[in-house]
Every structure is written in C-alpha cells, then in structure tokens.
C-alpha cells in the first residue's frame, strides 16, 4: 500500500502531536513532517515531498497560512493544502481557497470530516467543512474567474469535478480513457484561468451547471 504523504503545519505543539496521533492510527496515512510556522514548512517542504499539507491560518512569523499556501502551491504543485483552522471567518478562508487550498476544516469539526479532508485532497477532491461550505461558497462566487467558451464535453467532465469525482471515475461514467480526462481538465483550468479544482467547483456553480443542493457538502 503506498501510504499518503502528510504534513503538519500549526504553531501549537499539542495541536501537531495530537494530529500526528490521530492520522497514523490508519494505515493508508504517514505524517512525514511537521512545522510550527510557515516559513518552516516551505524550508523543509522539498526534503518531506509530500501529497497533503494540513495548514492553520493564523502563525508566529511573516508568512501567514494563507501565504504559506500560495507558496507551497507553487513550489510543489503535486501536493495539495487541507486548511484547519479555529476562525470561521469566511473572508480568510475564502483567501486561502484562492490562494489554492483545496479543503477548509474548521478545529471543532469532527474528526471523521477532517480525515475526509484529508483523504479527498489526496485524491485531488475537494472537501469543505458543511458547516460553513454554502456561505464560503457563496462568497467565492462574487467575482469569480473570467467566462470563456467550453465544448459540451468539458462542460459534462466540469460537472462531473463538481461532484468531487475523480479523473478515473469520470472517465468511467463518460466512456473514455483517464489520459483523455486528464487532457480535458486541463483544457478546463486554462481556460478559465482557474488553478485547481476547488475554483473550478465554483466556476460551476456561478454558471449554473450545477447548484449548491447537488453537492455533497
């Protein structure tokens, strides 16, 4: 079994060693790191290489979760950002879904939400805290990415994301090859210059091409 490759970033030892605790209790799971600032995380980030970053908002130091974020986005792509957080500021978590976290799980969820946060970032699925998802949503929909034209199918594989489903899975339920998914969702994000699929679930809510009662959120 290759396990999912994770990293702790908070400032609060207690909060890394109880997460640390709480993840490899199941096997598919390996906390290879944890870092109490931003700033130590993006130091040690290429050496851990790995799939999901648990990131707080709110550390000691220059560089905010939110920045640490953009940044881990950028210098490693492959690897995905699951917000944990206290605040329940929609604004800042709406900042940190921009900057390109794909899940946002407040600290008082149960713990059963933020392992599917974790596991559905691995997975390259989006998975947003219900107790907040519609109003984050809602505010992400103001001034979203520019409209450009997409073929019938983009659209259809564009709503299949929003389901939260998987390029192998969409490609069961569309009759062609993963590699041709692949190809489509990329065509999808440069067009409407979107980053990853948490921004293209709300490209598709303000189109209309699915709405909010759909999701499993």
Do not use: C
């Not at 990293?7 to 890394?16: A, E, G, K, Q």
């Not at 969820?109 to 699925?125: D, H, N, T, Y």
């Amino acid at each position: 079994m290759t396990k999912v490759r994770v990293v702790l970033v908070d400032d609060h030892r207690v909060v890394r060693t109880g997460l640390r605790s709480y993840l490899e209790s199941f096997e598919d799971l390996e906390v290879v790191g944890a870092a109490a600032s931003g700033e130590e995380a993006l130091e040690k980030l290429e050496g851990w290489l790995p799939d999901v970053v648990v990131m707080d908002l709110s550390m000691p130091g220059g560089i905010d979760g939110i920045e640490a974020t953009r940044r881990v986005r950028a210098l490693s792509p492959h690897t995905q950002v699951v917000v944990l957080t206290a605040h329940t500021d929609d604004a800042r978590v709406v900042a940190a879904l921009r900057a390109g976290a794909i899940g946002y799980v407040r600290k008082d969820s149960e713990p059963e939400v933020f392992l599917a946060a974790v596991r559905g970032a691995a997975r390259g699925q989006s998975v947003l805290d219900p107790a907040v998802a519609g109003s984050v949503l809602q505010d992400l929909l103001r001034g979203g990415p520019l409209v450009d034209e997409l073929s019938e199918r983009e659209k259809e594989v564009l709503r299949q994301l929003a389901h939260g489903r998987t390029n192998h899975e969409i490609a069961e339920e569309l009759h062609v090859s993963a590699e041709t998914v692949k190809t489509h969702v990329g065509n999808i994000l440069s067009k409407l210059q979107l980053s990853h699929r948490t921004q293209a679930v709300v490209y598709a809510l303000k189109q209309g091409l699915v709405s909010l009662e759909d999701l499993d959120i």
